[in-house]
């Protein structure tokens, strides 16, 4: 499966913008499908995925309550909705997928995961 996140840019504190992950080659609705980020500097980190076989969502602790992930089976995307945006949010966001379902402690970790897309990049700044 080739994935193609898109929808980063410039965005004010406190602003929000929604990610898109479109796939091509297979549905994506098997797995589990995520979202990381990695920010200047740092490591990768998760954000947020989507278990397809119980449609369960996961967040990390930085972004839980803030950020939510949805999908659409009929344009095989998956969605990452950001509100209350923080300069601390600024890195380039990453969507995967892996076609396991791994425990809640295994899907957060981003060796789990087979494809990968290209990143789009989230700045906020005012």
């Known amino acids: 499966v080739q994935l193609q996140a898109c929808g980063g840019g410039l965005v004010q504190p406190g602003g929000s913008l929604r990610l898109s992950c479109a796939a091509s080659?297979?549905?994506?609705?098997?797995?589990?499908t995520a979202w990381f980020r990695q920010a200047p500097g740092k490591g990768r980190e998760f954000v947020s995925a989507f278990r397809w076989s119980d449609r369960s969502t996961y967040y990390g602790d930085s972004v839980k309550g803030r950020f939510a992930i949805s999908r659409d089976n009929a344009k095989n995307s998956v969605f990452l909705q950001m509100n209350g945006l923080r300069p601390e949010d600024t890195a380039i966001y990453y969507c995967?997928?892996?076609?396991?379902?791994?425990?809640?402690?295994?899907?957060?970790?981003?060796?789990?995961?087979?494809?990968w897309g290209q990143g789009t990049l989230l700045t906020v700044s005012s």
């Open positions: 080659g297979r549905a994506l609705s098997r797995g589990i």
């Open positions: 995967a997928a892996t076609d396991r379902n791994y425990i809640v402690s295994a899907l957060r970790d981003e060796i789990r995961y087979h494809y």
